[in-house]
């Protein structure tokens, strides 16, 4: 036994490296993404929807994980919303999470998932930029 | 695509729980998850390590059973996902819990008990002063004794033979820590005792129970420890001890002092790494570790039977209640 820390390995991916980052902007609106994944970040700085005024106030921080490990099944697309947070799950392995407060855009996204589909589809549904179609939110009672 | 706005949504079932040491603020559309969760729930203590939310969406329409577990993190949050349908987001920084889950799972009691408590319990626990360490407890006549040791060591195993051995038993593998008034507590949940295949051959009421893939792919018993032993359960307690385990192969046993740094960083080991965003709740849990670390620690070096390794301890135990008491 040492007295040097050891730490469990990074089960949640929380220290996945993300040596690709873009930002722009002034302090206040500065866009900046982070990624493991140089199309990711190429592809997310260059699409219009986080640029766009009325999908963000102020800066936003995005910072998006290529998961070459998790699973892959599925593409249903799924979106939860509660409070500051929305959450949109894409079949197994994509997860994506809009925290408005804290101008946030984190997410891990499936080696199945093309960025094409990352940019044009995921980010602008969860943004709240795209209709929701065929909403299913039958089985409750509405406020 | 199906959108769950929780916000939207009449949550009509609030409760407030309380899961070892940590109260928590239940908001839920089902009436059976909410009675389900008020029976894991253990009785209100005003001096609890702190609070969280819990907002739970159940979809009716959903019929999936509990799911592959599959998590990641970032930042403040970690999302759970079992299927494609139950779907948990933990956010640190605001202590809560928002859920979406099917019918089925709703009312699978053991899933909440086994797994999410615990999970949401390990998740949330650095924002609310609670740490999880990875060690057993056990108490005795009022006085708690922590149990380290890596995986493999014989935690669960030992456990059992103490609860046996006239210990009353609070946890077996992860324990949470709180401060109260200057003093550390130990909280257990309800998580079921999970034994290697081979405990059968020293407890052989395990024949009654059979094998099964627990969440990280190992094949085990996962038993409930007062139903398959008898043992007397206990939801918290003060330790006073610390020993980590250590088998050896040769037959006997012996206690050596061990130094508070070591036990520090035993502790520091078996935490999650929290990220820069969690800075504030990193500190707290580093000073809730540095007391446990200064409970007088001890390594227990033993080659034989859990029942001898127990009937070692115990003679250890009262000894030192001895010493302290006299």
Request: glycine share 8%; aromatic share 8%; with cysteine.
């Amino acid at each position: 036994m040492t007295s040097e820390p050891r730490w469990h390995p990074d089960l949640l991916r929380r220290f996945v490296a993300t040596p690709y980052v873009f930002s722009s902007g002034d302090d206040i609106n500065q866009l900046r993404v982070e990624s493991n994944d140089l199309e990711i970040a190429l592809g997310v700085r260059n699409s219009d929807i986080i640029h766009r005024k009325e999908s963000r106030t102020g800066g936003l921080l995005c910072r998006l994980i290529r998961d070459m490990v998790g699973p892959v099944g599925g593409s249903e697309i799924s979106m939860l919303s509660d409070g500051p947070l929305r959450i949109l799950q894409q079949g197994r392995g994509t997860v994506l999470i809009h925290d408005r407060e804290r101008a946030e855009l984190l997410g891990f996204v499936s080696r199945r998932v093309p960025v094409e589909e990352l940019v044009s589809s995921l980010i602008p549904r969860l943004l709240g930029a795209q209709p929701e179609e065929k909403i299913d939110s039958t089985a409750f009672t509405k406020k | 695509m199906s959108f769950f706005s929780i916000d939207q949504t009449v949550l009509s079932h609030s409760m407030k729980l309380c899961f070892a040491g940590a109260g928590c603020d239940l908001q839920t559309n089902s009436v059976d998850l909410a009675r389900a969760l008020e029976l894991l729930s253990i009785a209100a203590d005003p001096l609890r390590a702190g609070r969280f939310e819990m907002r739970v969406v159940v979809d009716e329409s959903s019929v999936e059973a509990v799911g592959e577990p599959h998590f990641r993190g970032l930042h403040h949050v970690v999302t759970a996902s079992f299927g494609s349908t139950n779907l948990f987001v933990f956010d640190i920084l605001r202590r809560t819990l928002s859920a979406r889950v099917s019918g089925v799972v709703a009312r699978d009691d053991l899933f909440w008990k086994e797994k999410l408590i615990p999970i949401t319990l390990g998740v949330l626990g650095a924002a609310m002063g609670l740490v999880p360490v990875h060690c057993a407890c056990l108490e005795w006549e009022g006085d708690g004794l922590l149990v380290a040791g890596v995986s493999g060591a014989g935690k669960s195993t030992l456990s059992v033979a103490l609860s046996e051995n006239g210990f009353n038993y609070v946890s077996d593998d992860w324990t949470y820590i709180s401060q109260r008034q200057g003093s550390i507590v130990a909280h257990g949940t309800s998580a079921p005792v999970k034994l290697l295949p081979d405990a059968v051959q020293h407890f052989q009421s395990l024949e009654r129970h059979s094998l099964q893939v627990s969440m990280n792919g190992e094949l085990a018993y996962e038993v409930d420890i007062a139903e398959a032993f008898g043992a007397q359960v206990e939801r918290e307690c003060q330790p006073r001890w610390l020993v980590f385990l250590e088998r050896i192969q040769e037959a006997g046993a012996d206690f050596t002092p061990m130094s508070s740094a070591e036990a520090r960083s035993y502790l520091n080991s078996s935490v999650e790494r929290l990220p820069p965003q969690l800075s504030e709740a990193g500190a707290m849990r580093e000073r809730t570790i540095q007391s446990v670390s200064t409970l007088p620690c001890w390594r227990f070096r033993y080659g034989g039977t859990p029942q001898f390794a127990a009937n070692e301890l115990r003679e250890f135990v009262v000894t030192r209640r001895q010493e302290v008491y006299a």
